[in-house]
């Protein structure tokens, strides 16, 4: 920050002053020199601009200038004005001008102390830096993992949405899977094939959050995969390996987690043991505080369906190990393409027949950007086809009708399959031929089948007509019976049969993109963004915050450089996600718009006549794209403006890390808090820590302690969302 002073002429104030304090000169000189021996030194810029003032005074006769500027507690002014009844001890530091004549930038460079730069780096910097390695990237390139990282530094409230929706989606996604029919029937407690399916399922959907998944039933693949026996070792290989890929706990981890939350305690209790109001500890201290967020956001979550039962406080890295992300960027596309599936046939006399092409769930690495509206060379869709868990927050839209559409599919067959509804066709054909084997009598009649050889059908309508033995329970009877009559493996047929047991239309296809009245039919889905914008809120603010507190009550307080610029750190990271967030609906909508207008152009017919009037009437009908070009603007406007604010504030709170160790912000315009005080600021430069001790205790106290509650308040919104998963 350079310093460009113009020093004004003396008001009459301090001709006044200066005129009085002249009739004591020996007496002044002596106190003043005392005063500015004390604090000379060549280590600190205060030091050293107190060096200026005794050069001046001793020799170019400036004491008279100097005591006119000296201020007491707050910056009040004339605390020498009564020349021998001041003491040493009332005096705080200089006016604003003074300091720009004898002490700016250009009297002399910065102050740069080589040992404590090594030591404040090392404690307060550094070990956040390492620690921001271990954020989940798996975004497929170096761009996506280097936009991953700026993205998460730079917005905070962002990186915080991403993790949160994510563990909302994950319970959502539980209790939804719990409303499917557990047993087969009743108290036979035998569990639904299912069922049990749709948990591997839950797997794979919980995994591809980080994805762009896509599901499809091209050529009965969808309903072969949910329904035939013969892909139990597709579901069952799938749920294994997603189990396997996840990311775990490890050394590297731990030890990084440990040397960041390790020193920035033990730093903390040393600065209030020995270093309080220590001006440079303060700040450096409130610097600090700004990278608590990475140890601030904590989850009890889920790992794909285990409870984790360690500590109840875990930090975000920890956090993203609980989701249950992958390791890899291509885990879960080489998950889905490695096993083989069996897929029906397409007639009667087609036998199902074994493929590695699995076309159900597909993980979309492009688009075919020719189908999609562009804003000239962006894609729409932006961040929703980018791998990654940081790009969750632009998936919750396509991964919820995803999710939705598998639920439905599992649930109507689970619930047939409890009904014993057959395929269609097959139930007809099953009668058919076993009236057709029924052995007949001599006499025509047909012939009475023994107990022994009773149909379960005969035995499930005796005990309805005539009940069952007193020592029998009927429902076991009934439920025995059916059982025995319709498994599993009785569910096989064509792709036709199985897409209708599935409650697929001939006309069915699954759509990436719900349309609004589905999303709003929902509810949930909006209400869950809602918390997560809360509380990604909570955690950028309330880790910028207790920085600004720090910075402004320490010594001089005003907003200044560093104030201001966690104060620009925290505007400019919530402005990035509220810009982003817009973005994911803004892309949304402009997709719904352009598939409504490809529909209503394919369903345009061209004029039947030639005729002039029937053509200038078609061509003056407005373009169906004009709506969805207009969303697309929006939508590529608002993710691009968002991405370029996080990459600049993800560099501004590196550099303004780095100014403060360097002793970049210790400058008149700085430790002044000109941008806040004006013509009225003033510098401390006759306080040491021990007189500023009882002063900095309430701020800095307050300032820890508001980043060790937001990890409690985080913790405590964590433990409430997941207590429900737990119990179960």
Avoid at 104 to 132: C, D, I
Avoid at 191 to 203: E, G
Avoid at 459 to 465: C, D, G
Avoid at 696 to 707: D, I, R, Y
């Amino acid at each position: 920050m350079s310093d460009s002073p113009s020093v004004p002429q003396r008001t009459r104030f301090s001709i006044s002053i200066s005129h009085e304090l002249d009739t004591f000169p020996g007496v002044m000189d002596s106190k003043l020199k005392d005063l500015l021996a004390n604090f000379t030194s060549n280590e600190s810029w205060r030091g050293k601009c107190v060096e200026k003032l005794q050069e001046a005074v001793v020799d170019n006769g400036a004491q008279s200038r100097v005591m006119a500027s000296l201020v007491g507690e707050d910056g009040v002014r004339g605390v020498a004005q009564n020349g021998t009844t001041w003491e040493a001890e009332q005096v705080w530091g200089v006016d604003i001008n003074t300091c720009w004549e004898y002490c700016g930038r250009s009297k002399f460079p910065m102050v740069f102390n080589y040992q404590e730069f090594l030591a404040r780096a090392t404690n307060y910097l550094l070990p956040w830096l390492a620690l921001t390695a271990q954020l989940p990237y798996e975004g497929g390139s170096a761009k996506a993992n280097i936009m991953s990282f700026c993205m998460s530094l730079g917005s905070p409230a962002l990186a915080t949405y991403s993790l949160m929706i994510t563990i909302l989606n994950q319970n959502w996604l539980r209790r939804l899977c719990e409303s499917l029919p557990k047993f087969e029937d009743g108290e036979n407690q035998i569990q639904n094939p299912y069922t049990k399916r749709m948990s591997s399922a839950r797997i794979l959907l919980e995994a591809a959050q980080q994805a762009p998944l896509q599901i499809s039933d091209t050529d009965g693949s969808l309903s072969s995969l949910v329904i035939l026996e013969a892909n139990n070792s597709w579901w069952n290989s799938v749920e294994q390996r997603l189990r396997a890929t996840k990311r775990n706990v490890t050394i590297s981890l731990v030890a990084q987690m440990l040397v960041a939350a390790g020193a920035w305690v033990l730093t903390v209790a040393g600065s209030f043991l020995a270093s309080l109001g220590d001006h440079n500890e303060a700040l450096v201290l409130s610097s600090s505080a700004l990278w608590t967020w990475l140890v601030s956001r904590q989850s009890n979550s889920l790992r794909y369906g285990e409870v984790n039962h360690q500590a109840p406080q875990v930090p975000v890295i920890w956090g993203w190990i609980a989701v249950g992300t992958q390791s890899s960027s291509d885990t879960i596309d080489d998950t889905l393409s490695e096993f083989v599936v069996v897929r029906a046939g397409q007639r009667d006399n087609v036998p199902p027949h074994k493929t590695s092409n699995q076309e159900a769930f597909k993980v979309l690495k492009s688009l075919p950007s020719e189908k999609l509206p562009k804003f000239f060379i962006f894609n729409i869709c932006g961040d929703e086809i980018q791998q990654g868990p940081t790009f969750n927050y632009a998936r919750v839209f396509t991964w919820w009708g995803a999710a939705k559409a598998t639920h439905k599919t599992f649930e109507r067959v689970a619930t047939k399959y409890n009904d014993r509804d057959h395929l269609a066709g097959q139930q007809q054909a099953a009668t058919a031929a076993s009236n057709e084997s029924r052995p007949v009598a001599s006499t025509g009649a047909p012939r009475v089948p023994s107990t022994s050889e009773t149909r379960p059908e005969q035995v499930e309508l005796q005990a309805i007509r005539t009940g069952p033995p007193s020592n029998v329970n009927a429902k076991n009877i009934l439920g025995a019976s059916r059982v025995q009559s319709f498994r599993m493996r009785d569910l096989n047929g064509t792709i036709d049969q199985l897409n209708q047991y599935c409650g697929f239309g001939s006309h069915t296809r699954f759509t990436r993109y719900p349309s609004w009245k589905e999303i709003m039919e929902d509810g949930d889905i909006l209400i869950r963004m809602m918390v997560a914008a809360l509380v990604g809120l909570l955690v950028q603010w309330g880790t910028t915050i207790p920085a600004v507190i720090i910075a402004y009550l320490t010594d001089v307080k005003g907003v200044g450089c560093r104030s201001g610029s966690y104060l620009v750190y925290g505007i400019a990271g919530t402005l990035a996600f509220c810009l982003l967030f817009v973005s994911t609906l803004f892309s949304h909508a402009a997709v719904l718009s352009h598939n409504a207008a490809t529909v209503e152009l394919a369903t345009r017919k061209p004029p039947e006549n030639s005729g002039t009037e029937e053509q200038a009437e078609e061509a003056a009908r407005p373009c169906p794209y004009a709506g969805s070009t207009i969303w697309a603007l929006l939508a590529v406007s608002t993710r691009m403006s968002g991405q370029v604010i996080a990459i600049g504030n993800a560099s501004w709170i590196i550099l303004s890390s780095l100014w403060e160790l360097i002793g970049f912000y210790d400058s008149c315009w700085c430790e002044g808090t000109v941008l806040s005080a004006g013509e009225h600021a003033w510098v401390v430069l006759f306080k040491q820590a021990v007189d500023l001790r009882e002063r900095a205790e309430g701020p800095w106290a307050g300032g820890v302690t508001m980043s060790i509650l937001v990890c409690f308040i985080s913790w405590g919104v964590f433990v409430l969302l997941c207590k429900d998963v737990r119990e179960r």
